[in-house]
C-alpha cells in the first residue's frame, strides 16, 4: 500500500471495489488461516498514513512529482536557476532564451520562457510605443509608423525554436504515455491474478517481484492517470501481501527491507529540516515522498503510524521554512513596489514641470529614460498590485510625453521659419558657387557658413535635403579655389626648400636633458615650421617627413604616447585653423566624431562578447585576449575625445 496516498477518483474506485471482491474469495479459500488474513486486512484499513485531504503541502508534493511522472525531464525544471528576467534588457532576454534552448530541456523550461516571453513583450511594447511617439512628434502619420528591430527579430526566431521543439517532444510524448499506461494496466491485471494461481509460494512470490521491477521500469504514464494507477497498484499489493499471510517469512523480509528504507528517508529529510536553503530541501523533500510513495511497499503494523509521524513533521518543518522564504520574497517585492512607486512620483513630478527650450527638454527625456530603465529594473512586485503599477507608471510616463509633443507642435512653428532662412543661404551659395572673384567671395562664403551653423534645427524632413544642396555649393566654391591654389607658385618651391633645408638642420639638434624643456625646444621647432609657408602640392611628404623626426624627438625624450599624439595634433589643427578654407576644421571635427562613435561601438561589441564567457575563468585566453582589446580601445578613444575638446576650443 502506498505510504502517502491521493483519494481516489470514481473510476478507480470501481476498479478498487472489484478487487477487494476478488481479495474476500481468497480469504475464504483460505479459511485456516482467517485470523491472519484478517488481521492483514485491518492493517491495511487502519495504516495512518493515508493523507488528510486538508494537508495541502502533502497534495502540492503529490501534484508536481504526479507532473514529473508523466514526463522525466519535467522533474529538471527544480535545478534550473530562477534569473531576475524583469531586470534584463530585450537584448540579455533574447541571449538568455536562446541559452535555456540550447542547454535545457525543453519540457522544463516552460515557466522561464513564459516570464522571458512577457518580460520582453512588455518592455519591447513600451519601446515600440516612445518610438512611434518620436515618429509622430517629427511630423509623421501614424498609419505610416512602422518599427522593426533586429533584437526583435532575433528573439522571434528564437521562441520559434522553443515552439517546434515543444510540439515535436510532446507529440513523440504522447504515444510512449499511451503505451505505457497499456503497460502498467497490465502489469496490474497480472498482480490480480497471483492470488489464484496454485504453485509453489516461493515461484509466486519470485513472479511478484518481477511484476514489481518491471513496474518500476516502465516508464511515465499520463498525468491524469498518475494517482489511479498508483492506488490501485498498491491496493493490489497489499493484496497480495495479505494472502502472504500464509507464509509470513517472505512477507516479513518485505516489511523489514521497506521499513528500513523508509527510515532512511526520514533520516534525510531530518537532516534537510536543519538546511538553511528552504527551497532546495523542499525540491528534495520531493524526490524522498516520490520514493516512499512508487518504490516502498508496507512496513510491520507497529511501525507505521510512528515512520508516518516522523517523516510529516519533517515534512511540515522543511514548509514552515519555505513559507518563511516566500515571506522574506514578499517583503523583496515591497521594497521593490516601493521603490516603483517613488519612481512614478519623479516621472509625475517632472511630467508637470513647464518646458521652454529644446535642450531643456531633451535633459527631461533623458531624464525619464534614465527612470524607465529603473523602473524596469527594479525587481517584481507583488502580483496583486502588478498591473495597476505597470498602469499608474505608463499613464505617467504618458503625461509626460503629451507634454513633449505639445512642446514639440509649437516649435515646428520656429523650424518652419528656421527652414527659410537656410533656403535663403542655399540660394546665395548657388549664386556664387561660380564666382571668379574670390577676394570678395570668399569672405561671404565663409559668413554664410557661420550664419548657416547659428540657425536652429528645421523638420527632420528637410534637414538632409537642404544640407546636401547647401554643401554642394559651398563644395563647388572652394574647390575651384584649391584647384587654382594646387598650382606650384614661386613662393610655395621656396618654402619647400627652406623646409628640405630646415628637417636636416634637425638632424643635428640637441635637446635639453630636461624632459619639460625638451618638449617646449621641440614645440618651437614645430612652430618655426609652421611659419616657413606652405609647400607644392606634389612636395607635401616633406611634412610627414617632418613628423617622423618629431617622432624621434618625442621618443629620445621617453615622452608618452598619449602625450606625443596630443603635441602633433595641435600642429595639425594651427594648420587647419590658418586655412581659408574653414571646412578643413569642420570636416576634421566631423571625422573625430565618427571616429568617437566608432570606437565606442567596438568596446560595446566587445563587452557584449564577455557575456559568453559567464562560466570562464579570467585566465582564459580568449577571454584575456578580449580584455586587451578593450584596453587598447578604451586608450583609443581618450586620445580621441582629448582632440575633440582641442578643435572645439577653435570655434
Keep these: 500500500m502506498s505510504d502517502i496516498n491521493i483519494p481516489q477518483e470514481e473510476d478507480g474506485n470501481k476498479e478498487i471495489n472489484a478487487t477487494e471482491n476478488s481479495a474476500e474469495t481468497t480469504e475464504n479459500q483460505n479459511s485456516e488461516d482467517t485470523s491472519n488474513t484478517t488481521e492483514a486486512a485491518d492493517e491495511s484499513v487502519k495504516t495512518p498514513e493515508v493523507v488528510e485531504e486538508h494537508d495541502e503541502v502533502i497534495n502540492e508534493i503529490e501534484e508536481s512529482n504526479a507532473e514529473d511522472a508523466e514526463d522525466e525531464g519535467n522533474k529538471d525544471r527544480h535545478t534550473i536557476e530562477v534569473k531576475a528576467y524583469d531586470t534584463m534588457s530585450l537584448e540579455s532576454l533574447a541571449i538568455e532564451l536562446e541559452k535555456l534552448i540550447e542547454n535545457e530541456k525543453v519540457q522544463a523550461i516552460k515557466s522561464h520562457v513564459d516570464n522571458i516571453n512577457a518580460e520582453f513583450k512588455t518592455k519591447f511594447q513600451a519601446l515600440v510605443d516612445e518610438k512611434k511617439e518620436d515618429f509622430i512628434n517629427d511630423g509623421g502619420n501614424e498609419i505610416d509608423f512602422y518599427y522593426n528591430s533586429p533584437v526583435q527579430k532575433r528573439f522571434k526566431e528564437a521562441y520559434r525554436a522553443y515552439r517546434k521543439k515543444v ?192 535642450g531643456s527638454l531633451q535633459k527631461k527625456i533623458k531624464a525619464i529614460e534614465e527612470l524607465r530603465e529603473a523602473f524596469f529594473s527594479a525587481g517584481k512586485v507583488p502580483i496583486k498590485v502588478n498591473e495597476a503599477t505597470w498602469a499608474k507608471f505608463k499613464d505617467a510616463v504618458r503625461s509626460f510625453n503629451r507634454k513633449k509633443n505639445a512642446f514639440y507642435k509649437n516649435l515646428k512653428k520656429d523650424q518652419f521659419k528656421n527652414l527659410q532662412l537656410k533656403l535663403d543661404l542655399i540660394k546665395i551659395a548657388e549664386d556664387n558657387k561660380e564666382s571668379d572673384d574670390f577676394e570678395a567671395t570668399t569672405p561671404l562664403m565663409k559668413k554664410i557658413q557661420s550664419d548657416w551653423k547659428k540657425i536652429g534645427h528645421v523638420p527632420r524632413k528637410d534637414s538632409d535635403k537642404i544640407w546636401k544642396r547647401f554643401k554642394a555649393a559651398c563644395n563647388e566654391y572652394f574647390d575651384r579655389i584649391h584647384a587654382k591654389r594646387n598650382a606650384a607658385s614661386e613662393e610655395q618651391v621656396e618654402a619647400y626648400n627652406k623646409k628640405n633645408e630646415f628637417l636636416k638642420s634637425l638632424k643635428d639638434l640637441e635637446l635639453p636633458t630636461d624632459k619639460e624643456k625638451g618638449i617646449e625646444t ?57 586655412s581659408d578654407d574653414k571646412r578643413n576644421l569642420d570636416n576634421e571635427r566631423s571625422f573625430i566624431r565618427k571616429k568617437i562613435d566608432e570606437v565606442k561601438g567596438q568596446i560595446n561589441q566587445l563587452e557584449n562578447n564577455l557575456q559568453f564567457f559567464t562560466n570562464v575563468n579570467e585566465d582564459n585566453p580568449l577571454v584575456k585576449e578580449v580584455h586587451t582589446n578593450i584596453k587598447k580601445h578604451k586608450d583609443a578613444l581618450d586620445i580621441w575625445k582629448a582632440k575633440l575638446q582641442k578643435i572645439k576650443k577653435l570655434y
Design 522 to 578: 621641440i614645440k618651437e621647432q614645430i612652430k618655426e615650421w609652421q611659419t616657413l609657408g606652405r609647400v607644392p602640392s606634389d612636395k607635401r611628404y616633406i611634412d610627414g617627413k617632418f613628423q617622423k623626426t618629431i617622432d624621434g624627438l618625442l621618443t629620445d625624450l621617453k615622452v608618452d604616447k598619449t602625450e606625443a599624439e596630443m603635441i602633433k595634433y595641435e600642429n595639425k589643427l594651427d594648420s587647419l585653423n590658418d
Design 167 to 358: 510540439n515535436a517532444h510532446y507529440k513523440s510524448l504522447e504515444q510512449n504515455l499511451k503505451q505505457n499506461l497499456a503497460d502498467k494496466l497490465e502489469i496490474i491485471e497480472e498482480l490480480k491474478g497471483l492470488i489464484n494461481v496454485e504453485e509453489n509460494i516461493n515461484t509466486t512470490y519470485k513472479h511478484f517481484k518481477e511484476l514489481q521491477e518491471r513496474w518500476r521500469n516502465t516508464g511515465p504514464i499520463p498525468r491524469d492517470k498518475y494517482n489511479n494507477a498508483w492506488n490501485s497498484y498498491h491496493h493490489h499489493v497489499e493484496i497480495f501481501y495479505d494472502f502472504l499471510n500464509i507464509n509470513r517469512e517472505l512477507r516479513d523480509l518485505d516489511f523489514k527491507h521497506n521499513l528500513e528504507k523508509k527510515l532512511l528517508i526520514i533520516e534525510r529529510a531530518e537532516e534537510l529540516a536543519q538546511d538553511e536553503d528552504a527551497m532546495r530541501a523542499f525540491r528534495e523533500l520531493q524526490e524522498l515522498h516520490k520514493m516512499w510513495k512508487e518504490e516502498l511497499g508496507p512496513v510491520p503494523r507497529e511501525h507505521r503510524e510512528s515512520i508516518w509521524e516522523r517523516f510529516k513533521i519533517a515534512t511540515k518543518t522543511i514548509n514552515d521554512k519555505r513559507q518563511v522564504y516566500y515571506k522574506e520574497i514578499d517583503k523583496i517585492y515591497e521594497k521593490n513596489l516601493e521603490q516603483k512607486l517613488e519612481i512614478i512620483s519623479k516621472i509625475e513630478d517632472i511630467a508637470t514641470q513647464d518646458t521652454n527650450s529644446h
